[in-house]
Structure formats: C-alpha cells, structure tokens
C-alpha cells in the first residue's frame, strides 16, 4: 500500500473516530521536543528519543509499562525451555495498521532485519542468535550460551510487516545519517496504539488512535501533533501561552516559571541516562588536533587530566540547577547495586597540569570537540564550561556544536567514527549494566563491529571477557561482583569521563495528565487531555 492510499485510510480513520466520540470528545494533544524526528524507520537511529515516539506506533514481542516493569505486547507469554533455548507465544488476531495479519514470519523477519547491515539496533539481539518457526503464532530463540537479559531490550526491537516490507522495497534498513529514502523511511505500518497520518520530516509529525488496536485504550486522544522547537525559549513560551500542551526538556532555568504559570506544571526527576565524554583512543594520530605524528588520548595520563580538569559541581549549580547527579561510573546508581563502592577522580587543577606534563604536554594541545545543541539538557552550554576548564590546563578545544542530525550523522559517520572528543549520552535500553559494557566499552573495529557506540575504541580485552560472562551469569550476586569488576578496569583507565545524570524536565498543561517514564520515553497511551 503506498503514502496516498495510507492517508486515505487513516482519514477514514479519524473521520470514524470522532463520529464515534463525538466532536465534543475530540481531544487533540499538541507536544514539542527540541529535536526532530527524521527517519520513521524504526531500526534507524538507536536514540531515545526517535525510538520512544516511533514506539507509539510500533510494538515490539514486550514493552515496558509507565515504571517499566516488562510485560507482554505482541508476545502473550514466554519460556525458558532450556537454558540456551527460548519460547515466544505470539498474540494471536494482530493487524499491521495496513491490514496485514502479525505473525511467526514477521518475527524471523524482523529479527534478520534489525541485524542487518545499516541497523543502528544489531545489538539488540545476538549476533548467532537463531529464530525458528514452531508454528504460525510460536518462536523459538536458539541460542549458544544462556543470557538472562535476552528479552530485556526488545520493547524498541518491534515488529516489522514482511509482506509490506518486502512490496515497499524496504527490506534494507535506512540509515538516519542517510538522506535517501524508502517507503519505510516515509511511512508507518505497525500494530500500535497509534498511526501517523502525516509527517513533515524533520519538521512535524500527526498521530491518530488506530481503531483496532488489540490493547484497551487508556488515551482519549483524537489525534496528536508532534512540532519540533530547537529554541528553548519558543518552546517554553509556546506552553505558557497554551498553544503547546506539553513540551520536552524544559530547561532548568525555566522550570520556576512553568511552575508559577497558573495553568502549567513542571514535572522533574531522576533519569536514567548518563550524559559523558569520549576520546578517541584508537587512532595512531587524532583527526582534530594540533599534535601530529601521535594520539595524546592513548596516554591514560592525558585521559585522567581532562577528567580531573573539569569542575562537576561547578556544572551542577551553574549549568544545571541542580537538576543533575554527578556520576563516577556510566550507569545510573538506581540501575546498579555496587555504584556507591565508585568515587570520582576529584576536580585537581594542578594534577591536571602535572599529569599533562608528565605525558609530554607541559603546554597543553589543541583539540576538536562534538556536541550535539539539541539533544540533552543544556548540552551545548554543558560542552561550553568544558571547553573553558580545559583551558585552564592548556588545552585549546575547538567546540562543533551542531543539531542532533547533523552530529549523530558525523560521529556515527559510515567511513568511520569521525571525531576525536566528544559529549554523548547514553541511556541503557535493557536498564542493565552488560548494556553499557557492550556499546560504550566494548573492543571496536573501524566497521563499529563490538562495541558499536564505543566511539572512541577504547579496548580492553579483560572487560570484554567479563562482559561475556555478566551476560551469562544467572546468580545477581555473582554477576553484580563481575559488574564491579569491570567498571573497576574502565574506571582506572579513563575509558570516558562520566559527567552526570541528567534530571527529567517536562512541562505540561494542568489539562494533561501523563505518565513521565524515568527513562524519558514519552507514551502517548498514557496520556489523557480534560
């Protein structure tokens, strides 16, 4: 089925959504965020923020409730039938919103897909993982070691139709850094609560309750309207003035004034994510740099004294409000037993500039930074402080701060991982450390092949045989011991210099209510407008 024909069905769709409500019922939720969404291929672009929108129109076989506790979505149930092999009852009557029948084959399907080449999701699933067809509504996973977390990310691994998939030309996945399109990339067709009517790349994207959704709906929304607002100021004016409904983040320095507002509410609270930075350890020379001939950050000396350059608690109160948990390791404490066994490296000017000194850099180095300007909560003004703390210690840094776009498609880049310092954040989808050990520190080749969001390539064989084992190890108290021993290894040798935990700041109407998810998804299910 192609765009026009899609746009007619969801019109008749709305059309018999409000006869049946009544125009007095029609609800319309109007919300901003300060990035945009661009690929609506749901393997595109491993980012919260794409794959939590795209999640209110794709499922996957579980998803995660309002305090994302795992339940059944498009799998009612699932078995454990030896340790190496899982069982997966699928939900019998699904339609894709095309009208295509859910089934074993879009499971086998979608599981070759999301590890194919061009996939920013292959981690999702295990590389020699294999999905066998029992029956038409049964899935065997066949693995080759025992992995008790095997299910725990699929909420944003969904379900693809294969049959409209294949007709559309869109079996190969569309990249996010990648401005040619397919059908897939365009348009929707997946068996969630909700279906997109129109979407403006980039710009704005409408959403429509899908009628014969197989879940009770909890929404009374008629349709949804998402805009993207990169200026915080328009955005926080468009929600005080009633125009926006609800709008994501609220920078701290306004959420006083969404407070005070008589008809609008701040909502704030811990998030999961960890906002860091990288250096790239891999190169014989550093890309953006003044230092030819050699790669400074592949002294664990130089790595250490950026990090004891940067004032955390300075950042804390300046830049973020107090809204931020500054973080020795990279994960969440909520997420981890053991991270208060982890302290930072302290703030030491001089022991910066020692240690500078004793690596060869009395006078410090030129370098170039990647920031994003519109993906986490005062990113640039966050990379900005760095920027000046380093100078202090002789470091000259060359800030790129760029939209999300345009950063993800450069340090993400196909030719390789194009950039030599850089901020980055990082929410774990599994809400589990073997998550973060595997993307962010795991051993890389030039292709990603590893630790795919290791953009730096830091490698150390020894955390990568204690990731083989976390993800294998059923007893918690024994796989906590080898967490630790890992973050242990990556904290000594300044694989990242973790920064803090960002807080949660959304805005919302006081006719709104909604479930904030601590790891910043926003379900529109949830949502109901008075």
Known sequence: ?????????????????????????????????????????????????????LGNVYEGLTRRDGDLNIEPALATSWE????????????????????????A??????????RAEGSDLTTRIPADAKFVKVDDYTVDVVLTSPNPILHYEWETWVMLDKEWTEANDS????????????????????????????????????????????????????????????????????????????????????LKRVSDNATTTALTGPELRTIFLGMDQMRDELLYSNI?????????????AFYQAIDIEAIKLKIMRNLSTPSAIMISPFLFSKSGDFQRFPYDIEASKSLLAEAGYPEGFEVGMDCPNDRYVNDEAICQAVTGMLA???????????????????????????????????????????????????????????????????????????????????DPAVRDDLIAQAFKMTTDEVSHIPLHQQGLAWGVSNDVELKQRADNVFSLRYVTKN
């Open 1 to 53: 089925m192609k765009l026009n024909s899609l746009k007619k069905m969801l019109l008749t769709s709305t059309l018999v959504l409000g006869m049946g409500m009544g125009a007095a019922t029609a609800e319309t939720l109007k919300f901003a965020f300060q990035g945009t969404l661009k690929s609506l291929d749901p393997y595109s672009l491993n980012e919260t923020f794409t794959l939590g929108t």
């Open 80 to 103: 454990v039938l030896e340790p190496t092999r899982w069982r997966f009852h699928l939900r019998q009557g699904v339609k894709f919103h095309q009208g295509g029948d859910f089934n």
């Open 105 to 114: 084959d879009d499971v086998i399907f979608s599981a070759e897909r999301v």
């Open 171 to 254: 079996v190969a996945v569309t990249s996010a850094s990648d401005d040619s399109a397919s059908a897939i990339s365009l348009e929707t067709n997946g068996t969630g609560p909700f279906m997109i009517s129109s979407h403006d790349t980039g710009v704005s994207t409408t959403f429509v309750p899908n009628a014969d959704w197989w879940d009770s709906a909890s929404h009374n929304l008629t349709s949804a309207v998402f805009t993207t607002i990169g200026s915080d100021a328009t955005r926080v004016a468009a929600l005080l003035s009633g125009e926006l409904d609800m709008v994501y983040p609220v920078p701290v320095q306004d």
């Open 292 to 304: 030819k001939g050699k790669n400074p950050f592949k002294d664990v000396r130089v790595r250490k």
């Open 392 to 474: 202090k210690v002789g470091i000259k840094v060359n800030l790129n701060a760029q939209p999300k776009s345009k950063y993800f498609a450069k340090v993400l880049a196909s030719n390789g991982y194009d950039t030599s310092f850089y901020l980055l954040g990082w929410t774990p989808g599994s809400l589990d450390s073997w998550n973060v050990l595997t993307n962010l520190h795991g051993c890389r080749d030039e292709t990603g092949a590893g630790g795919p969001f290791n953009l730096g390539g830091y490698c150390n064989p020894e955390v990568d045989a204690l990731s083989a084992k976390i993800l294998t190890e059923n």
